[in-house]
T-cell receptor, first 112, second 115 residues
Framework: NAGVTQTPKFRVLKTGQSMTLLCAQDMNHEYMYWYRQDPGMGLRLIHYSVGEGTTAKGEVPDGYNVSRLKKQNFLLGLESAAPSQTSVYFC???????????FGDGTRLSIL | DQQVKQNSPSLSVQEGRISILNCDYTNSMFDYFLWYKKYPAEGPTFLISISSIKDKNEDGRFTVFLNKSAKHLSLHIVPSQPGDSAVYFCAASEVVGGGADGLTFGKGTHLIIQP
């Protein structure tokens, strides 16, 4: 009963490097989300998807791209990492947009 | 423009007493509210929710109260236990007319249960 799994759990990057964060869910949920959490800022939505092949921008999308090629996976990409993207990233999924969201345990990303 | 506000960044409560976490919202169109609990190094987990057609919802030690006229909801934990020490997020959604992302989070309240 894995739920939502995020890979990797921790990563350190240098400014300008690129990387992809992977989110996988095994609950057959249609909706998937990427959030970032910064001290004193709560959870802010980066991008989300309402189904396979769809993506949309959230509150803070700049500097990120996403893809949802398979229903169970939602990828978050950083093309050219910046120190301002140092954060904890959470992926979540839900059966419907107004149902409770299931979160992964997060990816702690540090950009030097 | 912060539509969901948790004005207390932290709250300290003695074990066995009642913990009351507060949340205010400004969007009168919000009609479904949720509380999430988060431990360090883990993702948030759903705790309890309430629809705007109700003013109270109870689940074991957890009760959420909704005051629509005041645009205020609160989470009561009775009795408080050491394992309740965590960050609690309030979230709100607009079921009928809301955007596809559908959920607005507060910034969280760090609850500390003192032995």
């Amino acid at each position: 009963n894995a739920g939502v799994t995020q890979t990797p759990k921790f990563r350190v990057l240098k400014t300008g490097q690129s990387m992809t964060l992977l989110c996988a869910q095994d609950m057959n949920h249609e909706y998937m989300y990427w959030y970032r959490q910064d001290p004193g800022m709560g959870l802010r939505l980066i991008h989300y998807s309402v189904g396979e092949g769809t993506t949309a921008k959230g509150e803070v999308p700049d500097g990120y791209n996403v893809s949802r090629l398979k229903k169970q996976n939602f990828l978050l990409g950083l093309e050219s990492a910046a120190p301002s993207q140092t954060s904890v990233y959470f992926c979540a999924s839900s059966y419907r947009k107004f149902r409770a969201r299931h979160f992964g345990d997060g990816t702690r990303l540090s950009i030097l | 423009d912060q539509q969901v506000k948790q004005n207390s960044p932290s709250l300290s409560v003695q074990e066995g007493r009642i913990s009351i976490l507060n949340c205010d919202y400004t969007n009168s169109m919000f009609d479904y509210f949720l509380w999430y609990k988060k431990y360090p190094a883990e993702g948030p987990t759903f705790l309890i929710s309430i629809s705007s057609i109700k003013d109270k919802n109870e689940d074991g030690r957890f009760t959420v109260f909704l005051n629509k006229s005041a645009k205020h909801l609160s989470l009561h934990i009775v009795p408080s236990q050491p394992g309740d020490s965590a960050v609690y997020f309030c979230a709100a959604s607009e079921v009928v007319g809301g955007g596809a992302d559908g959920l607005t989070f507060g910034k969280g309240t760090h609850l500390i249960i003192q032995p």
